[in-house]
């Protein structure tokens, strides 16, 4: 699939040639530098922008020609922040996840639906929180309330949109054991992510997004340069080339992880901005 | 909550009370209440209240009604508590459609249909800047886009005054214009009521609707709500009601701005229920004004429009003021 861009000049494709799958109880890191379209194609992914062409599909199913309700059922989307009216409490968003299995005029929750939103409370460590409201909220907590509402949507794939985005290191790692947990309910998640160290803990698999310059295009493209697991895609030559920056790899044998460390920005890269210029 | 709810109520029904009984003829309240309800009597007394004063104050309650749930309809879709029909310029275009129908001498009945028509193409207008280039509604665009619709309508109407309308008709319509109910008989109000009820009734059957909108538009699709759709209906639905009132009484602005503000503060959250306190709240201010319009200076009456300008202006530069953060921060 692609993305164009509207302008009154030549469309430019902002992203292109992509072709990624998710499956029930993977999780699909999506990562690149800044401006390389991750937040085009998740929007895509989330039936919020039209690809200009190409498809996306659902078990077979053109998500375009699926009813906004079943979508809704099948796909829920975390926003990266959500520009709530202030005075709504935690119990209140979260109920609204409920609202692809309702009626359309019904406020009321069936009792099956004050036991999903609790569920999903639970599950994000909100139970106790429910009568708060949300500008009352700590970044962490309000990140949890936006995937508590995702949640009692019971779909089967989420979105996540920088989920670890403003939050600090013990949030990050909350959202992450989030992440893990709905992971294994066999639920499926891509989610941006720009910190290689967490996307090589949970990720099933990595899809690597970066530009292209093109000859004759004012505009790079972007698209996917490398996917596949952690291990084959978050390799150093690949990164230095994608993010433009010298990187240390160390191994932590007290937890067992390989660690990334951006070290300095690469030398090449500063060269080939300034011919550019 | 519930008692907040009931006083509300009462406020309601004292208030109506009291404009049946005052005016240039007092009556005694208990009287007023007897005439309503038996033909017999003082025969001046019950053409004073039955035939003058009783459609003049359910006009002034229909008219706050629908100026302040439209306005809290439009605060909703803008996701703005500055939006207002007045100051969005709709309630200028649905008196361009009044105007036009007064002129073209279609009978009263088509009037609102006709301010509807106005009203919307007005908010068509006016969406479509406020929007443009842009994520959601830019509040700064939206209200001077109502400036500007506002003061093209305004030449527009006087232009067709003075080209095409009698001097009479002229006069007629600058009345009608500066916000008047005096003269309002049942049969101007009763066809235009069922307007006013028609977009009532979307308001409430799109309680859920305005719930996920006010989460933003990328949210409420995400959770499966027709974002489009339902924003085209509940905006239908706000320009009926504003230009119901409109074909009533003219231009009265800041109601609708006013109102859904108060309510919001005396009472509960909930969209049904701050419609249903909006909509009070809005026909208490226009009763007070009509009151005071009546009472102010004896043997003569001031337009209800001035009197809520004047009443509703100071309160929407306070209200800018203290919201200025808010309007640079989008």
């Known amino acids: 699939m692609s993305y164009a861009t509207k302008s009154n000049a030549q469309a430019v494709n902002i992203i292109e040639h992509i072709n990624i799958s998710l499956e029930p109880g993977q999780v699909l890191a999506i990562q690149g530098p800044n401006g390389s379209g991750k937040s085009t194609m998740m929007k895509g992914l989330a039936r919020q922008l039209k690809p200009s062409c190409g498809t996306i599909s659902i078990d077979g199913q053109n998500i375009w020609n699926m009813n906004i309700v079943d979508f809704a059922r099948q796909v829920a989307y975390v926003p990266q922040s959500l520009e709530t009216p202030n005075e709504m409490t935690v119990n209140e968003l979260v109920r609204l996840g409920r609202n692809p299995h309702q009626n359309w005029w019904s406020n009321q929750l069936s009792k099956a639906d004050v036991a999903t939103v609790s569920s ?50 013990r949030y990050q790692l909350e959202v992450i054991a989030i992440i893990k947990e709905l992971k294994e309910q066999k639920i499926g998640i891509a989610t941006i992510l720009h910190d290689l160290n967490l996307s090589a803990r949970i990720a099933d698999k990595i899809a690597l997004v970066a530009g292209s310059q093109t000859a004759g295009s004012q505009i790079a493209s972007s698209t996917i340069v490398a996917q596949g697991t952690p291990q084959e895609v978050l390799k150093e030559d690949l990164l230095r080339a994608v993010f433009a920056v010298e990187l240390a790899f160390v191994h932590d044998s007290k937890s067992n992880l390989d660690l990334y460390v951006p070290i300095s920005i690469s030398i090449d890269s500063e060269n080939k901005s300034a011919s550019q210029t | 909550m519930f008692v907040k709810f009931i006083a509300l109520i009462l406020f309601t029904v004292a208030i109506m009370l009291v404009n049946l009984c005052l005016g240039d003829l007092t009556v005694a309240p208990l009287e007023a209440i007897q005439t309503l309800f038996n033909n017999g009597g003082n025969s001046e007394i019950h053409d004073v209240i039955v035939g003058i004063r009783l459609p003049r104050l359910l006009t002034a309650f229909v008219v706050g009604l629908a100026l302040a749930t439209s306005g809290y309809l439009l605060q909703a879709l803008s996701r ?98 500066l916000g008047g109910i005096s003269g309002r008989n049942w049969q101007e109000l009763v066809p235009t009521v069922c307007y006013t009820a028609v977009g009532l009734i979307v308001a409430f059957a799109a309680a859920k609707q305005l719930n996920l909108l006010a989460l933003g538009e990328e949210t409420a699709s995400s959770l499966g709500l027709n974002v489009g759709r339902s924003q085209l209906i509940i905006l239908s639905a706000a320009v009926l009601l504003a230009s ?12 609708g701005l006013v109102a859904p503000h108060l309510s919001r503060r005396l009472f509960g959250r909930g969209v049904r229920l701050q419609l249903l306190c909006s909509g009070l709240t809005g026909a208490i201010l226009v009763l007070f004004s009509d009151l005071l319009a009546r009472t102010l ?26 919201s200025l953060d808010q309007v640079h921060s989008h």
């Open chain 2, 80 to 177: 703005n508590d500055l939006a207002d029909p007045y100051l969005t310029g709709v309630s200028s275009g649905a008196a361009v459609g009044v105007a036009c129908a007064m002129l073209l001498k279609f009978d009263f009945q088509s009037i609102p249909f006709f301010a509807f028509v106005g009203g919307i193409t007005a908010s068509f207008f006016v969406a479509s800047i406020a929007r443009g280039g842009g994520h959601g509604v830019s509040v700064a665009k939206l209200l001077l886009a109502g400036i500007a619709l506002s003061s093209v309508a305004g030449a527009l109407i006087t232009l067709a005054m003075t080209t095409f309308g009698t001097q009479l008709m002229a006069q007629g319509l600058y009345l009608w214009l």
């Open chain 2, 244 to 255: 119901s009132a409109v074909a009533l009484s003219g231009m009265v602005g800041f109601v």
């Open chain 2, 297 to 322: 200076s004896p043997g003569q009456e001031l337009p209800l429009g001035t009197l809520m300008a004047l009443i509703g202006g100071p309160f929407f530069i306070y209200l800018l003021s203290s």
């Open chain 1, 120 to 169: 999903a409370l639970d599950r994000c460590g909100l139970t106790r929180l429910g009568q708060k409201k949300l500008n009352e909220l700590s970044g962490g907590e309000k990140q949890r309330a936006l995937i508590a509402m995702a949640l009692a949507q019971e779909p089967h794939f989420i979105l996540m949109d920088e989920p670890t985005a403003n939050l600090d290191f």
